[in-house]
C-alpha cells in the first residue's frame, strides 16, 4: 500500500465514522423521545427498558436523571 492510498483509505474511514456518529447520534435523539413520550403514557421505567434493552439506569441516564 502506498502512502496516497493509506491517506485515501484514513479519509475514507473517517468520513464514514463520521456519518455512524451522526446516525448513532440522531437514533439516541428518537428513542430519547419516545421514551419521554411513553413515559408520559404512563408506561413504566422498567417496561422501558425491556422494550428498549437498557437497564432501568440506562433510560434514567438517557433521560438525563439522576
Known amino acids: 500500500m502506498t ?5 485515501k483509505g484514513i479519509q475514507r474511514a473517517a468520513k464514514q465514522r463520521e456519518r455512524a456518529d451522526d446516525l448513532r447520534h440522531k437514533a439516541t435523539a428518537e428513542l430519547r423521545d419516545y421514551i419521554r413520550a411513553a413515559q408520559s ?26
Open 41 to 66: 403514557a404512563g408506561v413504566s421505567i422498567s417496561q422501558i427498558a425491556r422494550e428498549a434493552h437498557l437497564s432501568r439506569q440506562g433510560v434514567y441516564d438517557l433521560l438525563g436523571h439522576p
Open 3 to 7: 502512502d496516497s492510498e493509506a491517506i
